[in-house]
């Protein structure tokens, strides 16, 4: 693809990003984007193909942004645990920083919208391949990182996903965490330590 076009195409799927983060999932249809971008709708089929291309394209592009804020973390340290540690408090951000976007990668919120298979595997394994490096480091020989690394991914992501529930909704009075970031931070991160030191996962 020429600088130009894909300029272009960047254009579009900045739009795209802005109208997830400020309207939601309900506004991403070809017109939404293209007004949201200045042009046309027309403009919009000429780069993607249709709605369900631009999905796929800003599918991507989420995940490229969670893998960016990844690859942004402090350089790895001595200590594996406190480094597997910040990486899934920085996934926490993530999900925290737009619930939209987090759950157009994680859940079906679009009706009729499928990713790729092609696109979704590529992606997964460019993204997640960085939390199994992490996991591989404090993995014992008898401890396979990657059946590992999905087992602690699927308590974050649980974690976090309650979480998200609950901010979308009235508070409950009395509810055993109070809605605070800093009371949900601590019970993700104690999740998250509880899950890794019962996968038997340790510095070395």
């Known amino acids: 693809m020429r600088p130009v076009e894909q300029g272009h195409r960047e254009r579009y799927l900045d739009a795209a990003l802005s109208v997830l983060f400020d309207r939601g999932v309900t506004a991403l249809t070809v017109r939404g984007v293209a007004e949201a971008a200045g042009a046309s709708t027309i403009s919009v089929y000429a780069r993607f193909g249709g709605r369900d291309g631009l999905l796929d394209a800003l599918y991507e592009r989420t ?92 308590a974050m992501h649980g974690l976090v996903g309650a979480e998200l529930m609950l901010a979308s909704r009235t508070a409950l009075p009395e509810w055993f965490i109070p809605p605070t970031d800093e009371a949900n931070a601590e019970v993700y991160r104690r999740g998250v330590t509880a899950m890794t030191t019962g996968l038997g996962l340790r510095n070395h």
Do not use: K
Not at 65 to 87: Q, T, Y
């Open 63 to 154: 995940f490229d942004s969670l893998r960016e804020m990844l690859e942004a973390l402090p350089p790895e340290g001595p200590d594996g645990f406190a480094d597997l540690l910040d990486l899934a408090m920085a996934y926490r951000r993530f999900a925290r920083e737009s619930p939209a976007r987090y759950a157009l990668m994680f859940e079906r919120p679009i009706p009729g919208f499928d990713p790729d298979p092609a696109l979704r595997s590529a992606v997964v394994r460019t993204t997640f391949g960085l939390f199994i490096d992490r996991v591989q480091r404090i993995s014992p020989p008898a401890v396979d990182a990657r059946t590992a690394a999905y087992h602690l991914w699927t």
